[in-house]
């Protein structure tokens, strides 16, 4: 089973391979509240864990049902950022308006990248009941990056 560190690890990886990077200054733990995220997922979800690596800044909002989400963001370069995505495989744009600094990512991990104002958001949602269908998930992503994003 592949978890989910090691998937935002290998895509982080790729993108700090084109990037000059150092420690991040935006707090994912501040880009959106747990009532937001119950707002969008529809179950009840527990306060914020922040873990930092650096150069990458966590966060974790664990949910019931084994709803759970995760959010990084990393200081890049809007060309480095774009770099990186071309060396993710499946990486698609996405089709929201949400503009072309965000990616989806297929393949089995489901995360969802966006880049605004020198900072990499990565997104990824889990739903360990697999009752969420790859297009819900998509959808509920887009919504949290667009709070995310407002915040920025």
Not at 36 to 54: F, N, R, S
Not at 64 to 75: M, P
Not at 86 to 101: A, C, E, F, Y
Request: hydrophobic share 40%; charged share 20%; with cysteine.
């Amino acid at each position: 089973m592949i978890s989910i560190a090691s998937i935002v690890s290998g895509t982080a990886l790729a993108l700090a391979a084109v990037s000059n990077f150092g420690w991040t200054t935006v707090d994912p733990c501040k880009l959106i509240t747990s009532a937001e995220v119950q707002g969008v997922l529809g179950v009840a979800i527990g306060a914020p864990e922040a873990k930092d690596t650096d150069p990458w800044r966590n966060c974790t909002f664990k949910g019931t049902g084994g709803h759970n989400l995760f959010l990084t963001t990393q200081d890049m370069e809007q060309a480095d950022f774009e770099r990186g995505m071309k060396l993710v495989k499946h990486g698609l744009p996405v089709g929201s308006g949400m503009g072309t600094d965000a990616y989806t990512q297929y393949g089995g991990s489901g995360n969802l990248f966006v880049w605004k104002k020198g900072t990499v958001l990565t997104i990824h949602l889990e739903d360990q009941s697999g009752n969420t269908s790859p297009e819900e998930r998509e959808a509920n992503q887009e919504k949290i990056a667009k709070i995310a994003l407002s915040r920025l």
